[in-house]
C-alpha cells in the first residue's frame, strides 16, 4: 500500500509502566477502547493465565497459557517480571477489500514473565484488546538461555464457561478444509480447524481462529482431557512429530477471539487484519480485482479434460473462444487450466512431472495472451502442483518470469494431493514456509495469487495484497462431482460466519446450468436467484463465473454477475442468522451503487429488508432479481423474476425467498 494513501489518524498515546520483581502476583487488567471488554491476565501458582469479560459476563473463564518444548515444560515456575500497557488508534486503507478503511483501535497489555529457574528463561505474553474482540501471542525475547527450540505443543487453553453449540469442521479426516461445517455442542467436538463459530446466547457469538501465521504451525483445536468445555491449540505437526522449529527472538500468530452481539458483528470485524503486518508491496496500483470466466466446469463436469487428447480443453481456439465471450461481457480475465505438460495420467500422484513453462503442442501461449490482449482482457495462468511443492519452488521464478512476459499477472496455484512432497501437511511449518514463498515470490514478479489447497488463510492479504483469494473452502466444484449429492442449502449460510472470517473464499458460484449428466446424484441445491446473490454475500476480490460459457448465452439474469464489483467500499449485514439466512449489502467503489445478496437455507421465508443504509435524501433504482413463482431449488431451480423500482433510504422491502433461495438487487443512484 502506498504510504501516503495510509491515513494515521491517531498513534500516540504509549504509556509505559515498567515494574520489576514484585508486581509478580498481581492481576492485571486491559479494557478494549469502549469499555465493554475485559482482559484479565497474571501468574497464578506459576502458570500464566488470561481470562475475558464482557461486562459482567464470562467470555473465557480462566485459561492457561505456555509451551511443551523438546527440552521440557515451559508453561510453569513463572513470576511476572515487567508488565507494559499501551494504546494504539490509526485507520489504513485496503487496496481492495470488503471496505476502504479500517480503524485499528486497541490497548494492549503485555506481559514479560520469567522461569524461577537458574536459566531464567523469559517469555512476553502480549494481549490487544479491540471493540470487537481480543488478540493475544507470544514473543520469545533474544535472550541467552533460549536460542534454537523447538515446540512440541501449544498448551493455549479456552476455557468456554458453557457448552455452547460451537460450528466446525474435523481436523481429522478432513482434505483441504474443504468439509461441511456442522453445529454441535463442544463437549461433543473431536480436534477442529479454526476458524470455528460459536453461539453462546442470543446475544453472544464467538470466533476463535489466528491471525499472522508465519513460520508456524497452523492452529487447530481439542478438548482438554477431563474438561469438557476447555479447548486446548492442537498445532499440526511435521511428520516427525515436532510442531515448530524456532529461534529466538520469535513471535507467533496472534490467537484470535471475536465477540459479537449477533452474526453479522463476525462478518464486519476486521480484527484478523489489524492484527497482521501493514503491507510490504509499496505500490500496490497493479494489484487488480475482477470478474473472470474459465476454461474449468467444463474439465469438473468432464465435457474437457486438462490432459492431452480429443477432449482437450486448453486449446488456443477454446481458448479464443473464451476470450471472446469476456471481452463482450466486460470480464477482466479468462483462467486457463490444463494448458502445461504434466496433466496426463494420475496427476494427483505425478505433481513432480509439472512443467510451468512447457506447453501441450496445441496451446500457444504467445498467441493466446496477445489475442486477449488486444481484446482488453488478460489470461489467469494456473499451476496445479500436485503438491509436489519441491517440484513448484524450484520453478517458481522461471514460471513467474515466463508468464510476465506474455502479460498475465494473476495465477491460480492448487496442491491437489493431501500431503505435500508426499510427507508433510498443508497446514504444518513446512506447509506454511512454502506457501509464503510463493507469495512473497510472485510479488516481486509482479504476480497476484490465488491459493487452491492451502494452509488456513490468517489474513496475510494485508501484508500482501497480491494473495488475492483461497480455497480452504468446499466450494462449487462439489456440486459437480462429490458423493454426497452437492452442497446443502445451508452451507452458504454458514460459511460467511465460519471459513468466511478466515479471508476471501474462492468459492466460484454462478453456475446456471444444474442438469448434472456425469454424476446424476450430484447438482446445484440452489435457485438460480441464489446464485446470483451469492456473488455479493461470498466475498472474494477475485471473483470466477463457474459455469461454462455457453451456459450463459441468452440468459437475462446474467447482466446481475457482469454488472456486479468484487471490491467494495462499505459492507453492512443487515439481518443474518447462522446457518437460516443471510443478508449482505455492499458498496461499489467506483459508482454511488449498492449490491445485495440474501440467500435461504431449505426453508422459504420472507426477509424484511429496511434500506437505511443508503445516502438520505437521495433516489435510486433497484433491479430485484428474485426467486420466480414456484421456484424450489429441487422441483423448479431456474424460475427468476427481474423487475425494477424506484427506492430510497426509507423504503422497506418484502423478499420472498423460496426454498433453498435468494434474491440479488443491484441499486443505482439516480
Ligand atoms: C482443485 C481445484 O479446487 C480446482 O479448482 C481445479 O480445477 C483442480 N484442482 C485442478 O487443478
Not at 442470543?202 to 476447555?230: I, P, Q, R, V
Not at 463476525?266 to 505500490?283: Q, Y
Not at 513446512?430 to 509464503?436: K, M, S
Not at 437505511?612 to 426467486?627: E, I, N, P, R, V
Request: glycine share 8%; proline share 5%.
Amino acid at each position: 500500500m502506498k504510504l501516503n494513501r495510509i491515513k494515521l489518524l491517531f498513534c500516540v498515546c504509549f504509556s509505559l509502566f515498567l515494574a520489576s520483581c514484585g508486581v509478580g502476583e498481581r492481576i492485571h487488567t486491559v479494557k478494549s477502547p469502549d469499555g465493554k471488554i475485559d482482559l484479565i491476565a497474571g501468574v497464578d501458582e506459576g502458570r500464566p493465565y488470561y481470562e475475558v469479560k464482557r461486562g459482567e459476563e464470562a467470555v473465557i473463564a480462566k485459561s492457561h497459557l505456555g509451551f511443551q518444548l523438546k527440552d521440557g515444560d515451559f508453561s510453569n515456575n513463572f513470576k511476572i517480571k515487567a508488565v507494559r500497557q499501551a494504546s494504539h488508534d490509526e485507520t489504513w486503507q485496503q487496496p481492495w477489500g470488503e471496505d476502504i478503511e479500517v480503524r485499528n483501535n486497541y490497548n494492549e497489555l503485555t506481559l514479560l514473565v520469567e522461569e524461577q529457574s537458574d536459566l531464567h528463561r523469559e517469555l512476553s505474553l502480549v494481549f490487544r484488546v479491540f471493540n470487537d474482540g481480543v488478540g493475544f501471542r507470544y514473543v520469545f525475547p533474544k535472550q541467552r538461555n533460549l536460542k534454537d527450540f523447538v515446540i512440541m505443543d501449544e498448551k493455549t487453553e479456552f476455557a468456554l464457561p458453557w457448552d455452547a453449540q460451537v460450528w466446525s469442521i474435523p481436523t481429522n479426516g478432513t482434505k483441504y478444509f474443504e468439509a461441511l461445517y456442522k453445529a454441535s455442542p463442544v463437549s461433543h467436538k473431536d480436534t477442529v480447524s479454526t476458524p470455528i463459530t460459536m453461539m453462546a446466547n442470543d446475544s453472544l457469538y464467538l470466533t476463535l481462529h489466528e491471525a499472522n501465521l508465519t513460520d508456524y504451525a497452523g492452529l487447530n483445536l481439542a478438548l482438554e482431557k477431563g474438561t469438557k468445555t476447555t479447548l486446548q491449540a492442537a498445532l499440526t505437526p511435521w511428520s516427525t512429530g515436532e510442531k515448530v522449529f524456532a529461534s529466538a527472538p520469535f513471535a507467533s500468530p496472534w490467537r484470535t477471539i471475536i465477540i459479537g452481539h449477533k452474526p453479522g458483528d463476525l462478518m464486519l470485524s476486521r480484527l484478523m487484519l489489524n492484527l497482521n503486518e501493514p503491507s510490504k508491496i509499496k505500490d500496490t496500483s497493479w494489484i487488480e480485482p475482477g470478474r473472470y470466466v474459465g476454461i474449468w466446469w467444463g474439465m469438473h463436469m468432464e465435457k474437457y479434460t486438462w490432459s492431452q487428447g480429443p477432449k482437450h480443453g486448453a486449446t488456443t481456439a477454446n481458448t479464443m473462444r473464451y476470450i471472446d465471450f469476456a471481452a463482450k461481457h466486460g470480464f477482466s480475465g479468462v483462467l486457463v487450466e490444463g494448458w502445461n505438460w504434466g496433466w496426463d495420467g494420475d496427476w494427483t500422484t505425478h505433481g513432480d512431472q509439472f512443467s510451468f513453462t512447457r506447453s501441450y503442442p496445441d496451446f500457444d501461449l504467445k498467441r493466446v495472451s496477445e489475442y486477449a490482449r488486444s481484446k482488453g482482457v488478460r489470461l489467469i495462468g494456473h499451476h496445479e502442483t500436485g503438491g509436489a511443492a519441491l517440484n513448484y519452488e524450484a520453478q517458481l521464478d522461471s514460471a513467474y518470469a515466463l508468464y510476465r512476459s506474455v502479460g498475465v499477472n494473476v495465477v491460480k496455484t492448487g496442491y491437489v494431493n493431501p500431503l505435500l512432497d508426499n510427507k508433510e501437511q498443508h497446514n504444518s511449518q513446512y506447509g506454511v514456509r512454502h506457501y509464503r514463498k510463493v507469495i512473497e515470490t510472485a510479488a516481486r514478479y509482479g504476480i497476484m495469487i490465488d491459493n487452491h489447497e492451502p494452509s488456513m488463510p490468517t489474513g496475510l492479504q494485508r501484508t500482501y495484497p497480491n494473495l488475492m483469494t483461497q480455497e480452504g473452502v468446499r466450494g462449487q466444484e462439489y456440486d459437480a462431482w462429490s458423493t454426497d449429492g452437492g452442497n446443502p442449502p445451508d452451507h452458504t449460510c454458514i460459511i460467511p460466519f465460519t471459513r468466511g472470517l478466515a479471508g476471501p473464499m474462492d468459492f466460484t458460484p454462478g453456475t446456471f446450468k444444474f442438469v448434472n449428466t456425469v454424476h446424476p446424484g450430484t447438482r446445484v441445491q440452489t435457485t438460480l436467484a441464489k446464485q446470483l446473490a451469492l456473488n455479493v454475500v461470498l466475498f472474494s476480490p477475485l471473483q470466477m463465473a463457474s459455469d461454462m460459457i455457453e451456459n450463459y448465452e441468452n440468459q437475462p439474469a446474467f447482466s446481475f454477475i457482469t454488472s456486479c464489483p468484487t471490491t467494495w467500499a462499505k459492507t453492512v449485514v443487515p439481518d443474518a442468522k447462522i446457518g437460516e439466512y443471510v443478508v449482505v449489502a455492499r458498496k461499489d467503489r467506483r459508482s454511488d451503487n449498492w449490491f445485495i445478496g440474501c440467500i435461504t437455507n431449505e426453508k422459504e421465508r420472507t426477509i424484511t429488508l429496511s434500506l437505511g443504509f443508503l445516502d438520505d435524501d437521495a433516489s435510486y433504482k433497484a433491479t430485484l432479481y428474485c426467486d420466480g413463482e414456484g421456484a424450489d431449488y429441487l422441483s423448479n431451480p431456474y424460475a427468476v423474476n427481474i423487475s425494477e423500482r424506484e427506492v430510497n433510504a426509507k423504503t422497506v422491502l418484502q423478499l420472498k425467498l423460496k426454498r433453498g433461495g435468494g434474491a440479488a438487487i443491484r441499486i443505482e443512484k439516480i
